[in-house]
């Protein structure tokens, strides 16, 4: 991502634990070995969300530029709760909260474990628990990644 931003030269965001000193003495912490031998991390994140109902399709408001909104997506006709935020909840376009949020739990995981490559395997699993709305991604998530030293 740093020569990528460099060659097209881009400003990238992304884990902004890793900027925050009390994160970094955490994981120097960890790293001097002051908790033993860590083999392990969770990255959890509880946020619930309010529902998101049900939404009927409209016209697209005056000045969205809905097609490229959509981006590569499959196109769909309008719907508010498609856009802005609630985006997420959608296979289409979303990533579920464990892509919008949880990404920055594992981010702190991986940093503490100091795995600086892709897992060998992930397995997945959640589903769609408690509310009655138009959202079509889980709700409710749990993801294991296994390194190459197990």
């Known amino acids: 991502m740093v020569e990528a931003a460099r060659k097209y030269n881009r400003i ?6 890793r900027s925050s000193k009390a994160a970094r003495e955490a994981i120097k912490f960890v790293h001097e070995g002051k908790l ?5 991390a969770k990255g959890i994140e509880y946020a619930y ?12 408001p005056e000045g969205v530029h809905w097609d490229m909104y959509l981006g590569p997506a499959p196109y769909r006709q309008f719907n508010e ?5 609630t ?15 949880g990404v920055y739990r594992m981010n702190f995981a991986r940093w ?6 892709h897992p060998v395997k992930v397995q997945c699993s959640g589903g769609f628990f408690g509310q009655d709305s138009d ?3 889980p709700n409710v998530m749990h993801a294991l990644y296994e390194y190459e030293d197990g």
């Open 135 to 137: 959202q079509e991604v």
């Open 49 to 60: 969300r309010t529902s998101i109902g049900h939404v009927k399709d409209s016209p697209v």
């Open 36 to 40: 033993g031998k860590v083999y392990m």
């Open 81 to 85: 709760n498609r856009f802005h935020y």
């Open 12 to 17: 990238v965001m992304g884990g902004e634990l």
């Open 112 to 117: 503490a474990l100091n795995k600086n490559t």
């Open 87 to 101: 985006w997420h909840w959608f296979w289409d376009t979303g990533t579920t909260e464990f892509g919008n949020n």
